[in-house]
């Protein structure tokens, strides 16, 4: 089979289905049904795991707790439950693409939000400088990690092993044994206990929803206009309108008055929530749209490969440090306003494990090379909806931690598997 391609003055060329036909020919439905068929089967599973995971523990939690578990009450606390899990998650992503970890992103979280909160009480600083010299903290931290694994070669297992304990240690020495530093700024305190303003909320989403279906739709136009293998329209269609109606929905539910009592009014999104989704925007664009993130995949991918091809794999791995601490800044100072406090122990115990566990869930390799921005908010929503289905339920806590353990080990299994398949069928 082949396709004819017309010529200039001469006869029509015949382009052989061996070299760029398949990305000329007409994509309809069912060949793209054929397609994600075939590459499910070759291992290419993307987000399906995390996906089909989130509506069966929804259903399943439903089930079990049908009068509480999808109130309008509970629904804002699970976002808010995953806010600083998911931050963390998204940086780490950065991090795991590259086939490397940072077990020290926890506990960076933890000194970052101390820095911020002492900065605030002792200092008098306004709310902005302290977060950006939380931040900067956090951009330090992963500079000098990057530097190290990068540079001294030394494996990031045993650095970040090393600036876990240091750093718990720096915010013991900043707060004091059994201290605590309150947060009491209205800012910061609102990020995630205050919620936006109604028709706010509803003005953001229907933008959300129309700049998404207009980003799907000009990207196809700009396809086919250039004749490249591109989604069918009616896929195209679909595929915004389960985002808009997934956005409409949820701002439904978080718009109704969830106050206990008539004398008060609680209704609109957490203010948290849309500080993920410009953290979601961002990543995404940077992997997907931006000559940086094609490197991180072609470094993750093939580190020697990436480093022939004339990319500066040395500055690629600092780099993917340098935004996992950061964003390990901004988890730690959610979390902080979560509590309204910053104590010793802030960003430790599992909070790492949860953001770790939060991007393998979703869909991204702990082999390196394969993931998205999108992994981290599927799988923190896994994690939260664990947590807070347990909960309900009164499960006993050894419980939620076997359980939650079990997930992540079914979730690094597919991975594997999936890995397995990829290589068998030459992806």
Known sequence: MSTDIPGGKGPAVKLADADFANDLREHDMRSAVRDYRDRIRSGELGALPAILGLTGLIVLFTALKPETFLSEGNIANLFTQALPITILAMGLVFVLLLGEIDLSAGVASGVCAAVMAKLMVDSGQPWYVAVLSAVAVGIVLGTAIGWLVSVLRIPSFV????????????????????????????????????????PLGWTLAALCAAGYAATQLLRWKRQRDRRLHSRPLQLVVAQSAVVAVVLLAGTYLLSIDRAPSPLITLAGIPWGVPLVGVLLIGCTFVLSRTAYGRHIYAVGGNAEAARRAGINVTRIRISVFMIGSAFAAVSGIVAASRLNSVATDAGGGNTLLYAVGAAVIGGTSLFGGRGKARDAVLGGLVIAIIENGLGLLGTKAYLS???????????????????????????
């Open 159 to 198: 650095v970040t092993l090393a600036f876990f304990l240091g750093i718990q240690g720096i915010t013991l020495w900043m707060i004091g044994e059994g201290g605590t530093v309150p947060v009491r700024d209205d800012v910061i305190v609102a990020l995630a206990n205050k919620n936006m303003p109604v």
């Open 401 to 427: 931690y076997l359980i939650t353990g079990v997930v992540l080990l079914l979730a690094a299994s597919i991975d594997a598997l999936a890995r397995r398949r990829r290589s068998s069928t030459g992806r």
